[in-house]
């Protein structure tokens, strides 16, 4: 199995509401992301957990608010957002740790497209 | 700096040979890659360099690295229409974690 799962595919959301997008591998991988991509531009780095802690944190606002429940889930937890963070989010997995080629080798799901009115 | 970048756009018949390329500006990168996005996907790993490395091929795919001058490109052999698509180089820096910094994206189309 060499997939990464998201669910919700796509999700609109008022401004006012919680929602939370959700991923899946069950690769064995250790480290999972989440990024944030914007029509024609490339993906940038939100989050990344390491062994199911919190290692990179991209200065990204409070209103969304990651966690890793387990080795081979990890959530992005949506609260009070703002139009411009319409976009889509890929999650990632990866074998590696850093400083080897495996770190780079990300593997990603097909994103949940995320629409704040 | 980490800026990554490349051309935006990329016209190609099918059958010919498509040439992209990526420059960077952080010289202790590791290893590069170059990542492909079809419409409505994720991302999808073709394939990376080690940064002690000139040269990779892997069946159409030639990856060229030129250390000096920061430039890495991605040559395509015999493109099909099936290639088309955008295109990302990407880099991870020694000591940066587990973080890659990807390129502007590169869009690919190739007409029959």
């Known amino acids: 199995d060499t997939e990464v799962t998201q669910t919700p595919k796509h999700l609109v959301m008022g401004m006012t509401n919680k929602k939370s997008l959700k991923c899946e591998q069950h690769?064995?991988?250790?480290?999972m992301y989440w990024y944030k991509q914007k029509a024609k531009k490339p993906p940038e780095l939100m989050f990344v957990?390491?062994?199911?802690?919190?290692?990179i944190n991209e200065s990204v606002p409070s209103r969304f608010s990651p966690e890793c429940p387990n080795s081979s889930l990890l959530n992005l937890h949506l609260h009070a957002l703002q139009p411009e963070d319409s976009a889509l989010y890929l999650c990632?997995?990866?074998?590696?740790?850093?400083?080897?080629?495996?770190?780079?080798?990300?593997?990603f799901g097909e994103g949940s497209r995320l629409t704040v009115l | 700096g980490e800026d990554v970048e490349q051309s935006l756009f990329l016209s190609v018949r099918e059958g010919d040979s498509s040439v992209i390329n990526c420059t960077y500006t952080?010289?202790?990168?590791?290893?590069l890659y170059w990542y492909k996005q079809e419409p409505g996907a994720g991302l999808q790993l073709l394939t990376y360099?080690?940064?002690?490395?000139d040269m990779k091929q892997d069946q159409r795919l030639t990856v060229l690295l030129n250390k000096k001058d920061k430039h890495l490109s991605l040559r395509i052999a015999d493109t099909q229409t099936g290639d088309s698509a955008i295109y990302f180089c990407?880099?991870?820096?020694?000591?940066?974690?587990?973080?890659?910094?990807f390129g502007t994206g590169t869009q690919l189309k190739v007409e029959l």
């Open positions: 690769m064995g991988h250790r480290a």
């Open positions: 990632a997995s990866s074998q590696g740790a850093s400083g080897t080629k495996r770190a780079g080798e990300l593997f």
């Open positions: 957990y390491s062994y199911e802690k919190l290692s």
């Open positions: 360099i080690f940064s002690n490395m």
């Open positions: 990407a880099e991870a820096v020694t000591g940066g974690g587990n973080k890659l910094t």
């Open positions: 952080d010289s202790s990168s590791t290893y």
